[in-house]
Nanobody, 118 residues
Framework: QVQVAESGGGLVQTGGSLTLSCSAS????????MGWYRQAPGKQRELVAS???????SYADFVKGRFIISRLYLKNTLFLQMNSLEPEDTGAYFC????????????WGQGTQVTVSA
């Protein structure tokens, strides 16, 4: 059973930085893709950034140039370096791990809250 857990959220002022971490445990198989999603109150969950097992990265337009995603493939560990944070970045940030071998499927963490004060 794959378990996904996020950490690193918190309260930060506009212009500040935070680094989120995520670990997908319970398997020795590397995830095909891992990504960060966020959900603001009253809004749908949206993709922030993702990275594949070949280190191909993808970013939402609203974070390009500000956020950096990285991963430790064999450890299914994911990071999100968030810089120049804005109040619009406030929300719950969720980690997702997708497997096409072993424990096939898509797994979510419970989320970590990021709050950016004006």
């Amino acid at each position: 059973q794959v378990q996904v857990a996020e950490s690193g959220g918190g309260l930060v002022q506009t212009g500040g930085s935070l680094t989120l971490s995520c670990s997908a445990s319970g398997t020795l198989i590397g995830a095909k893709t891992m990504g960060w999603y966020r959900q603001a109150p009253g809004k749908q969950r949206e993709l922030v950034a993702s990275v594949t097992n070949t280190d191909l990265t993808s970013y939402a337009d609203f974070v390009k140039g500000r956020f950096i995603i990285s991963r430790l493939y064999l450890k299914n560990t994911l990071f999100l370096q968030m810089n120049s944070l804005e109040p619009e970045d406030t929300g719950a940030y969720f980690c997702n791990a997708q497997f096409i071998l072993g424990p096939r499927g898509s797994y979510w963490g419970q989320g970590t809250q990021v709050t950016v004060s004006a």
